[in-house]
């Protein structure tokens, strides 16, 4: 955040503000920054070798300021009124939506610049929606700068995130059906080009039904979620589809395969998008809230035990490690899902060489003394894979995720620092 307060108590671009209960963090400064920093500190020490240099070279020292003069500082919280005079500071219009999407900013540690609200004002389009907002806000946070579609797909995860397991089983229906049209009906394209169509058509169909018979055994690894090959195959697979019905376009006896192949290409679209939100809710944010230094990567996975809803699936980056590695002996994993009988629960596992620590969530009172009295249970489990279990504990809470996944800054903990000399 890049919003600070000028001498008379109105808001100074460029100038730090400052957060309360949180270790200041060292960060690169633009020029502004350093301009006003170099305006207001009136000392600084100097390392002993550079000492005489310093001194030769330094205008003469003002004489001291009388008592009536000395600075006053107080401190108070953020309020709109302050986001307003940033508002109309770069000439945009005081409206309820601009407001919002500069109240977004601040909760997602962006600074209020003329530049960020450009960027934002570009990727919306006059769309004002809420989830919108928020959606860009969050897009321009991880360096998408300019991409709409990112707006577009993250805004669906903010409003109704999609269920994995019910869009395979409609793309495998739909291939079924496409499949069904070339082997059974007219005979609209050349022999070769429908013998390859078939077996691209047959090659996808067995990706996804692996993957759900993985996920109703319970048996998914990350190894069978990797987002980038997925959906490379299901952008070219799409693409493929849509140079097709061009091709037919015209030819009466197409339409019904033209048809099918338009209804497919909206369910692989569908796919595309949700994988696309899980990868850009993995991607590192490049202005993390302060105090979080904590990320993470996302998965959505099939839920073997109800087909009605995804298993959440977040595991911490190590932040020693290049490209947002994990240390799978050194992490913290958490996951979410919906169970037909003890409701939802949200685990947090903790790992540490081949000690574990687990954190049980739910909002039952049942459900927390069943998982408890499972503990002796729980430690045979764990030692039988070599691991040590050190500590269980069940907590009566629902966990937000998201926390983890976009995390954000209390826009009550943000003061406003007002300085009189």
Do not use: C
């Amino acid at each position: 955040m890049a919003i600070g307060m000028d001498g008379g108590g109105g808001i100074h671009p460029g100038a730090p503000l400052i957060w309360p209960k949180i270790p200041p963090v060292k960060q690169t400064t633009s020029a502004e920054e350093t301009s006003a920093t170099s305006r207001n500190v009136k000392t600084q020490t100097a390392p002993e070798s550079s000492a005489a240099q310093a001194a030769d070279s330094a205008p003469a020292a003002p004489p001291p300021a009388p008592a009536s003069a000395q600075a006053a500082s107080a401190a108070r919280p953020m309020s709109m009124s302050d986001i307003v005079d940033q508002l109309l500071s770069h000439n945009i219009p005081n409206t309820p939506d601009n407001k919002q999407m500069a109240s977004f900013m601040m909760e997602h540690g962006m600074e209020l610049s003329q530049e960020n609200f450009t960027d934002l004002f570009k990727m919306l389009k006059g769309n004002k929606n809420p989830a919108q907002l928020e959606s860009a806000v969050i897009s321009l946070s991880k360096g998408l700068t300019g991409s709409s579609k990112s707006v577009e797909v993250l805004s669906q995860f903010l409003t109704n995130s999609p269920q994995l397991s019910p869009q395979i089983q409609e793309l495998r229906t739909m291939l079924a059906q496409f499949q069904s049209q070339l082997t059974s009906g007219p005979n609209l394209l050349n022999p070769g080009l429908t013998a390859s169509l078939l077996s691209i058509v047959s090659d996808m169909d067995d990706t996804f039904k692996k993957l759900n018979k993985k996920a109703t055994e319970g048996n998914v690894g990350l190894a069978d979620m990797k987002k980038g090959a997925l959906l490379k195959d299901i952008k070219a697979f799409e693409q493929f589809l849509g140079g097709l019905e061009k091709q037919l376009a015209g030819n009466p006896q197409a339409e019904a395969m033209r048809n099918q192949m338009a209804k497919m290409r909206q369910e692989l679209s569908e796919m595309m998008n949700s994988l696309t939100s899980q990868s850009i809710l993995s991607k590192d944010s490049a202005r993390q809230p302060l105090g979080t230094d904590d990320k993470f990567a996302y998965w959505q996975i099939p839920n073997p035990l109800t087909k009605e809803s995804n298993m959440e699936l977040l595991i911490r980056k190590d932040p020693q490690r290049k490209k947002g590695a994990l240390d799978p002996k050194k992490t913290r994993i958490i996951l979410k899902m919906e169970t037909p009988d003890l409701g939802e629960i949200s685990i947090i596992i903790d790992v540490l060489e081949n000690r574990v620590w687990y954190i049980f969530n739910t909002s039952s009172e049942e459900t927390k003394a069943f998982i408890t009295k499972m503990n002796n249970d729980l430690k045979q489990r764990m030692a039988q894979a070599n691991f040590q279990l050190s500590g269980m504990q069940a907590i009566q809470k629902r966990l937000d995720i998201r926390k983890y996944i976009l995390p954000t800054l209390n826009l009550d903990s943000v003061m406003r620092i007002h300085h009189e000399v």
